[in-house]
C-alpha cells in the first residue's frame, strides 16, 4: 500500500492463508525442539544454584540480544560493573565505569524487563498490548541517546521506520495489525505452540511497532511465550545467539514470507534454532552442574574462607578483594590470601592487570558460558 512516494507492507493477519506444507523432516525437528525444551525444563526444577544457572544463561541472551543490534558488550566488562555496584551498594549504574562498558545498559535492560515479564505472567498478567509497552519502555529507558532512534518509548511508532528498502506498516495500520495479531495469540493460535511462536516473531517483526528496540523486543516475547506455554520453568534459553550466528538467514527467511509466501522455510530455521539452543543450554546448565559438584567435594564443608570463597562462586563469579571482605567479614589480608590461593589452582583468573584494584573471575565457571556453540 502507498507511503508518500513509496509502498509499504501490509501483512495479512494470522494463519496464514494457504495450508502449511510441513515435512516430515520439519516434525522431526520440532520433535527434537520438544525434547530438549523438556530436558531444560527438568535440570531447572532440579538443579539447585539458581542464582547463577539463572542470571548467567539469561545474561548471555541478552548480551546476545544486544549484540544483534550493533552492541559490543562483554561478560567481563559487565561483571565487573556489577561488582563495583556491590562494593557501593545504593549507586545507580555508571555506564561509563571500565572498558568496554559503553553498551551495559542495554543489557542490563533486557534482564530487568525479561524478569518483570515473567512476574507478570506468574500474577496471571496474559501478554497483552500494555505488557508490550511497559517492556518497551523498560528496554529502552535509560540507554545513551545515540542509540536510541526513536522518542516514542512505551507506545506504538508515530513515524514510519525503514529496514533497508523494507518499509513496514506505517503507524496508522499499526494499532489494528498488532490488535489482530493478540487476539489470534490470546485464541490460542491455529497450531503447534511452537509453530504459532515462529508466526508470532515473524508477524510481531514485520509489523515493526515502535520507532525502535522491535528486535530486542520480539526476541523477548519468545522467551515469555515459551514460559508462557510451559515450555520454559525458568528464562534460561538463549535463543538470540542462534539469531546472532546466523542473522543473513534469520533476515532472508523472513523477506521470503513477505516476497512469495515461503513459510516453511521459516518455520524450518525458527523451531531448528530452538532445538539446538534449547540443547546448547542443556549441556552448560549439565557442565555448571558438575563443576559445582566437583567444589563442593573439594571445597565445601570446610569454614577456610578459600573454601567458602570457592563455593560462593556459584553465587557471584566475578570478585574483587572488597566483595570478599564484605561477603565474609573478613581483613583485606584474609580475603586476597584466598584470592590469591585460588588463583594459583586455576579456579579464578585476574582480568583486569592492574597493581591495585584488581579483579577475579571464576576460570572454569566464564570458560563454559562463553564457549562458541558446539551444535551448529
Known amino acids: 500500500m502507498p507511503y508518500g512516494q513509496r509502498p509499504y507492507y ?24 520438544t525434547f530438549w525444551l523438556g530436558q531444560l525444563s527438568g535440570l531447572s526444577r532440579e538443579l539447585e544454584f539458581q542464582p547463577l544457572l539463572y542470571t548467567s544463561l539469561l545474561r548471555k541472551e541478552a548480551i546476545e540480544s544486544a549484540e544483534i543490534e550493533g ?7 559487565l561483571y565487573s560493573l556489577e561488582t563495583k555496584q556491590l562494593e557501593k551498594e545504593g549507586t545507580p549504574p555508571d555506564d561509563s565505569v571500565g572498558a568496554g562498558t559503553k553498551h551495559t545498559q542495554e543489557v542490563l535492560n533486557y534482564e530487568a524487563a525479561v524478569t518483570h515479564g515473567i512476574s507478570e ?10 505488557l508490550l509497552h511497559d517492556l518497551h519502555e523498560r528496554l529502552l529507558s535509560g540507554v545513551p541517546a545515540e542509540r536510541v532512534e526513536t522518542e516514542t518509548i512505551g507506545a506504538y511508532k508515530t513515524v514510519p521506520n525503514h529496514l533497508g528498502e523494507f518499509l513496514p506498516p506505517v503507524p496508522e495500520a499499526v494499532e489494528g495489525l498488532m490488535d489482530a495479531l493478540m487476539t489470534y495469540y490470546r485464541a490460542g493460535g491455529r497450531f503447534h ?8 516473531h515473524y508477524q510481531f517483526e514485520t509489523i515493526h511497532p515502535y520507532g525502535d528496540g522491535n528486535g530486542r523486543l520480539g526476541r523477548l516475547i519468545i522467551t515469555l511465550q515459551l514460559y508462557a506455554s ?41 523451531i531448528e534454532g530452538i532445538a539446538k539452543q534449547t540443547e546448547e543450554a542443556v549441556d552448560r546448565t549439565i557442565e555448571l552442574d558438575e563443576l559445582r559438584q566437583q567444589y563442593l567435594d573439594e571445597y565445601g564443608g570446610v569454614e577456610y574462607t578459600k573454601h567458602k570463597l570457592a563455593c560462593w562462586l556459584f553465587e557471584q563469579p566475578y570478585v574483587t578483594s572488597t566483595t570478599v571482605q564484605q561477603r565474609f567479614d573478613v581483613t583485606n589480608a584474609t580475603a586476597l590470601r584466598a584470592i590469591y590461593e585460588l588463583e594459583e589452582e586455576g ?16 576460570r572454569e565457571i566464564f570458560a563454559i558460558l562463553e564457549r562458541p556453540p558446539t551444535t551448529y
Open 121 to 130: 505472567l506468574d500474577a496471571s498478567e496474559s501478554l497483552s498490548v500494555g
Open 230 to 270: 510451559g515450555y520454559l520453568q525458568r528464562p534460561n534459553l538463549y535463543l538470540s545467539e542462534y539469531f546472532n550466528r546466523n542473522k543473513a538467514e534469520y533476515v532472508d527467511r523472513m523477506e521470503a514470507i513477505r516476497a512469495s509466501g515461503e513459510w516453511e522455510p521459516w518455520l524450518q530455521f525458527f
Open 193 to 200: 505452540p511452537l509453530i504459532d511462536i515462529a508466526l508470532f
Open 347 to 362: 579456579v579464578l583468573e585476574e582480568t583486569t592487570d592492574k597493581a591495585r584494584n584488581k579483579e577475579f573471575r571464576a
Open 10 to 33: 501490509k501483512p495479512d493477519p494470522l494463519p496464514p492463508s494457504r495450508p502449511l506444507e510441513l515435512t516430515a523432516d520439519f516434525y522431526t525437528t520440532l520433535a527434537d525442539a
Open 71 to 77: 552492541a559490543d558488550v562483554d561478560y567481563n566488562a
